[in-house]
């Protein structure tokens, strides 16, 4: 009787992701950047509605969940932070802020590839830009012990 660990889903997709993003610069600017798109997607949501953010934000969840139950977890902690912080800020301010932080990062994300010499994982399956999230979310699991 074999006790290996069940292989799963979330792990494919985390090791596809990985084969990427493996130069330590690109890894770092991935974690900048990553995020700030995320904060960035769901502001120019939010300048639409903040229902809009927060239906963007439920669905995604959603399959994180369906993905990783502890992600989830975590994304639902980030999302509500960026969330809060978009709530926070002055209304006119959301859709110019988003907008620059969305153009800043997806150039830094580029330059990543570029010392990386791969191009982007979503350029063969979209799926990969709900992964990056979890990819850098994985490095504070993993530095925090905690299983996903």
Same mark, same amino acid.
């Given at each position: 009787?074999?006790?290996?660990?069940?292989?799963?889903?979330?792990?494919?997709?985390?090791?596809?992701?990985?084969?990427?993003?493996?130069?330590?610069?690109?890894?770092?600017?991935?974690?900048?950047?990553?995020?700030?798109?995320?904060?960035?997607?769901?502001?120019?949501?939010?300048?639409?509605?903040?229902?809009?953010?927060? !239906? %963007?934000?439920? =669905?995604? $969840?959603?399959?994180?969940?369906? *993905?990783?139950?502890?992600? #989830? @977890?975590?994304? /639902? +902690?980030?999302?509500?932070?960026? !969330? %809060?912080?978009? =709530?926070? $800020?002055?209304?006119?301010?959301? *859709?110019?802020?988003?907008? #620059? @932080?969305?153009? /800043? +990062?997806?150039?830094?994300?580029?330059?990543?590839?570029?010392?990386?010499?791969?191009?982007?994982?979503?350029?063969?399956?979209?799926?990969?830009?709900?992964?990056?999230?979890?990819?850098?979310?994985?490095?504070?699991?993993?530095?925090?012990?905690?299983?996903?």
């Amino acid at each position: 009787m074999s006790t290996s660990i069940p292989h799963r889903r979330i792990d494919d997709l985390l090791a596809r992701y990985a084969e990427s993003h493996r130069h330590p610069m690109n890894e770092t600017i991935h974690c900048v950047c990553v995020p700030a798109i995320v904060l960035s997607l769901l502001g120019l949501c939010w300048s639409l509605s903040p229902a809009v953010a927060l !239906l %963007v934000a439920a =669905a995604s $969840l959603a399959y994180y969940l369906r *993905l990783s139950p502890p992600f #989830a @977890v975590g994304m /639902l +902690a980030m999302a509500a932070l960026m !969330l %809060v912080f978009l =709530a926070r $800020l002055p209304a006119g301010a959301v *859709l110019p802020v988003s907008a #620059a @932080v969305f153009v /800043l +990062a997806w150039i830094g994300q580029f330059i990543g590839h570029k010392i990386e010499g791969k191009k982007p994982s979503f350029f063969d399956d979209l799926r990969f830009l709900l992964i990056g999230p979890l990819f850098v979310l994985g490095f504070l699991y993993r530095r925090w012990h905690i299983p996903y």
